[in-house]
């Protein structure tokens, strides 16, 4: 079994769909709004955890009943929880959703969040250590990523990077890190006046764009490479960069070539847009393997 540490966001969506997005300064009616766990961290945790992964939560909540719903969830997601924290007077993160017109607008609130700092992260290095593979992406602080990177290096365990929000990286934790996951907006963040193409010959074998419905594209050091996606009717995209992100960890930590690692994520992140909710649709093992 994959042993995966995720150090990353826990929060809570708040989310309402509507058949149109407001425009600036316009009110429009909303047709339902629901609560659901989620925050990157967590949602790629959790989805992990479902595709047969042991994972390893480290994170944290606020004191408050957001908080403990979080932990709950991570509890029956068979997610370890030894290294999240509830941080006193703080509240929990959240993300604010708006799904309308077919895709998500979102406003994350990091809350707690800020508090996943290097300190600690220091507390949970057994997890780190003793991981096939680590995630972190970027609703924590900066330095935090950059420690991570400086750990994982000197531990000898493999970074998956979601550099998601997006925010300027360092070359330092670009090289540091096994694999970076960009998606195209976040891909002209990182790399500022390169075009893909360049961005990817640069970092073969290591970053790999996704594009949507198109697939994901990567240099294998040789050609560039399109995997491409798999076609759905899609009820909620959010959460489908979290469960690629968290299948293709899964997979190369089980030892799959990054080819067939990004298909299986493919056919997971296809799947988990098919139901409402970051992790309402994230899917089981046994449902990836059966529709490859």
Same mark, same amino acid.
């Given at each position: ?19 149109? @997005? ?27 955890? @479902? ?11 606020? +004191? ?49 969040? +800020? ?10 290095? +057994? ?39 997006? @925010? ?116 089981? @093992? ?7």
């Amino acid at each position: 079994m994959a042993k995966i540490t995720v150090i990353g966001s826990a929060s809570m969506d708040l989310v309402v769909t509507s058949s149109k @997005r407001p425009d600036k300064g316009e009110t429009v009616l909303g047709e339902s709004f629901k609560t659901v766990p989620g925050g990157k961290g967590a949602n790629q945790a959790v989805a992990a955890a @479902r595709l047969g992964a042991e994972v390893s939560m480290v994170g944290c909540v606020g +004191d408050d009943a957001f908080g403990k719903a979080i932990i709950n969830n991570f509890k029956e997601n068979g997610v370890s929880t030894t290294n999240v924290e509830p941080v006193t007077g703080i509240e929990s993160g959240t993300a604010h959703i708006t799904l309308a017109e077919g895709d998500n607008s979102i406003i994350v609130v990091k809350g707690a969040n +800020d508090f996943v700092t290097p300190e600690f992260v220091k507390k949970a290095m +057994d997890a780190i250590r003793d991981a096939d593979i680590v995630l972190v992406q970027q609703e924590i602080p900066e330095e935090t990523v950059e420690y991570v990177s400086e750990v994982c290096q000197e531990q000898g365990v493999p970074l998956l990077l979601n550099p998601a929000p997006a @925010r300027p990286i360092s070359k330092d934790v670009m090289e540091r890190a096994a694999y970076i996951t960009p998606n195209e907006l976040e891909a002209s963040v990182l790399f500022e006046n390169k075009d893909a193409q360049t961005a990817l010959k640069e970092y073969p074998n290591k970053v790999f764009i996704t594009e949507g419905k198109k697939g994901v594209r990567y240099y294998d050091g040789e050609k560039e490479i399109l995997v491409p996606s798999y076609s759905v009717q899609a009820v909620d995209t959010t959460g489908a960069g979290d469960t690629f992100n968290a299948a293709f960890a899964v997979a190369i930590a089980e030892g799959k070539g990054l080819k067939d690692s990004v298909r299986f994520a493919n056919r997971a992140a296809s799947l988990s847009v098919t139901k409402f909710g970051a992790q309402g649709g994230m899917p089981k @093992r046994e449902e990836v393997e059966e529709s490859l």
